[in-house]
């Protein structure tokens, strides 16, 4: 059977550290914007961590919610493209081609988690740091969309793996840095389709919520928190 | 546009000089197999060049007169690794990530993708690799057609 990808984000658990952040930003290449660049809204951030303030300080209490690609189902960025770019996978990944993007931006404008970025020139790096990109991912030109994988190139390389030494994946071999980096342990990724897989358990027990359901879009990312 | 051009001109020519006139045939011929120096095609994404020490296991004792040999045993008496020029790949705009070694566990032959390297003297590409070769052989074997399968 066909695996179909999903995450489970315990915000219970969640305390804002950003390693995800960071380790994103490691992993996929992100280069990291300048103050100018950042205020004009353009700096890319494949996941973030919302805040949300409760209380009147002192008696003040903060909420986190790592945001990424929420790899729906029905995703509102697919339609719009008029080239393609953007497709739904067979594993259920909601895949943007570089090769094919001519920046449009319309799939940017029709997400409502604001969770893709267009490349408004050529990414730079300051030096050294272009010496310390992952080859396994694509370094984005100028002019394209470009959006949280979930790692596509770790997924490939487990199934690779696994293929090479013929067994079906292992539940939690597959881990995106974001979920690798957190210190929580707050993120947890795997098969959906595997009932027994800890995100299909977590998915399916009555803390979980996802965001923005009343759209429809069917998203794959579960937020676990206590009921209310 | 002009200046791609030119550095494209610039690698074509860059192709025709090899560091040392490598004889793929003579290799071949005494009975080697790609794998023998090419070691990590079959679990690897590359397929790897062999180091100036590997040409060293036979060099130290054989044919040590010959013209090309004498320049392998040059560069290992200086500890330099012999800069090789890239004979196949795909340009960094392709953004395709190729991996040698699923290809190899389904039974693909080098010289699908490689031509009749064995037979050449100096390597030389003698087969296109775009993205109609790669597909028109997934389709044959029914291998995976999804974009994000080679492109991420």
Request: with cysteine.
């Amino acid at each position: 059977m066909a695996h179909r990808w999903g995450m489970a984000i315990d915000l219970d658990r969640c305390m804002g550290c950003e390693a995800c952040v960071a380790a994103c930003h490691a992993e996929n290449n992100l280069p990291v914007s300048d103050p100018a660049q950042a205020a004009k809204g353009r700096a890319v951030h494949w996941i973030r961590v919302d805040r949300y303030y409760e209380g009147e300080f002192p008696e003040i209490r903060v909420k986190y919610m790592p945001v990424l690609c929420q790899q729906c189902d029905e995703a509102p960025c697919e339609p719009v493209c008029p080239v393609y770019a953007t497709y739904h996978n067979p594993e259920g990944l909601n895949v943007q081609v570089y090769n094919r993007c001519v920046g449009t931006r319309y799939c940017g404008n029709n997400c409502p988690y604001s969770v893709r970025f267009f490349n408004w020139f050529e990414p730079k790096w300051t030096a050294p740091l272009e010496l310390q990109h992952n080859p396994d991912v694509a370094i984005r030109p100028g002019g394209v969309m470009e959006k949280c994988t979930f790692c596509v190139q770790r997924i490939e390389r487990v199934k690779l793996d696994a293929k090479a030494e013929n067994r079906p994946v292992a539940d939690g071999e597959v881990q995106p840095a974001c979920v690798q980096s957190c210190p929580a342990e707050a993120m947890v990724f795997g098969d959906l389709n595997d009932p027994e897989s800890k995100v299909s358990r977590l998915a399916s027990s009555g803390r979980a919520t996802r965001l923005l359901e009343e759209l429809g879009a069917k998203p794959k990312v579960f937020y676990l928190q206590r009921g209310k | 546009m002009r200046y791609i051009w030119l550095i494209g001109l610039c690698a074509t020519a860059a192709l025709a000089e090899q560091p040392i006139l490598f004889p793929h045939n003579k290799h071949m011929a005494l009975g080697l197999e790609c794998l023998d120096c090419h070691s990590t095609a079959d679990t690897r994404a590359a397929a790897g060049m062999p180091s100036v020490r590997k040409c060293m296991l036979c060099h130290e004792k054989l044919a040590t007169d010959r013209p090309g040999v004498k320049q392998v045993r040059d560069y290992a008496a200086r500890k330099l690794e012999i800069p090789w020029i890239r004979v196949y790949g795909f340009s960094p705009s392709a953004l395709v990530k190729f991996r040698h070694a699923p290809h190899y566990r389904a039974n693909i032959d080098c010289t699908t993708c490689h031509g009749e390297v064995a037979k050449a003297t100096v390597a030389e590409a003698t087969v296109t690799h775009n993205m109609g070769t790669c597909l028109s052989c997934h389709r044959q074997k029914k291998a995976t057609e999804d974009c994000v399968a080679c492109h991420y």
